[in-house]
Each structure stands twice: as C-alpha cells, then as structure tokens.
C-alpha cells in the first residue's frame, strides 16, 4: 500500500526566503506527481505535475523535483511571498492504467510566510 | 474553460439521513473522481468514474455510493449519516486519454453531520 509523507507539516519563514517542501512515497511504480496548493476551507489548486520519466518542472517561482527510485520529490519556492501561505499537498498516481486517477495524497505542509 | 462545480457548497445533515452531491466536471472530461477531506485522515480517495462506469473504488463502507450521467456529470450518495462522515467532499475532473492523467480540483461540499 502506497504511503506519502510530507516533511515538515509546518513551516513558518519570513517574506523573500527561498525553501523547500519535501514528499516522500514507499512505492515507487508511480505514473505521475502532482503538487497542489489548498487555501483554508477551499479546493486544490494544481501547481505543477511530474511525470515518472521526468526529473522536475517548472513553474514561475515553482519549482518541483523527483527521484523515483528513492521516492522523493522536493518543491522549492523562491523569494516566498505573503500571498504563497498556504497547505502544500504532493500525490502519487499509481503506474497501472487502471489506477492512474486514483491519488494517494501526503498530509501537507502547512506554509506561513510572515511580511 | 469554466472549471469544476460542486454544489451545494454547504451542507448540515442529522445522523442518519442520507446526502447526495453533485459534481459537473470540465468540458470534455470524462473521468470523475471523489475524494474525502478529514483533520484526521487527510485526504482519501472515494471512487472513480469513467464513461458511466466505476473504475476504482477506495476503502470506504457500501454507505458510499456514486454514479455518473452520460453528460459526465457525478453524483455521490452518502446513506445512513455518521458524525464521521463530517468532511470537506472533493471531486476531481480528468481529461480521458490525456497522457498525463492530472487531475483538476472543484471548490469541494462541505458536509456537517450533527
């Protein structure tokens, strides 16, 4: 069974700082990654997606990483801004057809930036 | 391109009674999937719909159901209401035989059981 972690569940920085968000999954048959960002009381909101064949991607200040064969995947966020608190949330697709949209989602980060 | 829709947004039902939500996926999506949203769980795949049939199913009691229209719309049937069943319900749209399988977000149904 498919496990994700996210490390650290909180994380409080002041504005400008550059920093690193960390996911990690126990089975690595993955097809894709997905990071997605989630406002209080709201839905996700797709940031940036990894495929398994693929190393990172890119998005604005975004920037998403992935190593399958250990498992992990970092977001780096650069010069955060106020407007970037949020939770952080990364899920796993599984690599067979039949469960590519199925997600096995991480806890989250919740991410305060401090103006 | 309008996005995923949910409604209702808000919901309060007493233990016992049944719910259902409704989700309308992006134009021309074909897959829906629902997930439910728990301080204690997280978030946990329910199932999954494609082209009327279900394809996946997490690990969740028959007290949750699901069906979807040939306009691709979903709904999710919720019977016999817990308090446990409080939970922020998400569904997912995805583009059927794009490569990459994402998956886009409605703004969810917030359930209260009391």
């Known amino acids: 069974k498919q496990e994700v972690t996210q490390i650290p569940a909180a994380l409080s920085v002041p504005e400008g700082e550059n920093l690193v968000l960390n996911c990690s999954f126990t089975?690595?048959?993955?097809?894709?990654l997905q990071w997605f960002r989630q406002d209080p009381g709201k839905g996700l909101t797709s940031l940036l997606l990894?495929?398994?064949?693929?190393r990172e991607q890119t998005s604005g200040r975004l920037n998403a990483s992935l190593d399958k064969s250990s498992g992990r995947s970092t977001l780096y966020i650069a010069a955060s801004q106020p407007g970037d608190s949020a939770t952080y949330l990364c899920?796993?697709?599984?690599?067979?057809?039949?469960?590519?949209?199925?997600?096995?989602f991480g806890s989250g980060t919740r991410l305060q930036v401090q103006p | 391109k309008a996005g995923v829709t949910q409604t209702p947004r808000y919901l309060i039902k007493t233990r016992g009674q049944q719910v259902t939500l409704s989700c309308s996926p992006i134009?021309?999506?074909?897959?829906v999937s629902w997930y439910q949203q728990t301080p204690g769980q997280g978030l946990q795949f329910l199932f999954e719909?494609?082209?009327?049939?279900?394809?996946n199913k997490g690990n969740f009691p028959g007290r949750f159901s699901g069906r979807q229209f040939s306009n691709s719309r979903s709904e999710m049937n919720v019977s016999t209401l817990e308090l446990g069943d409080s939970a922020l319900y998400l569904c997912?749209?995805?583009?059927?035989?794009?490569?990459?399988?994402?998956?886009?977000f409605g703004p969810g149904t917030r359930l209260t059981v009391t």
């Open positions: 134009s021309g999506h074909r897959s």
């Open positions: 990894i495929q398994s064949s693929q």
């Open positions: 899920a796993v697709a599984k690599a067979m057809d039949t469960g590519r949209r199925a997600l096995t």
């Open positions: 997912a749209s995805s583009l059927a035989g794009a490569r990459t399988y994402e998956q886009y």
């Open positions: 089975d690595s048959a993955i097809y894709n």
């Open positions: 719909y494609f082209s009327e049939t279900q394809r």
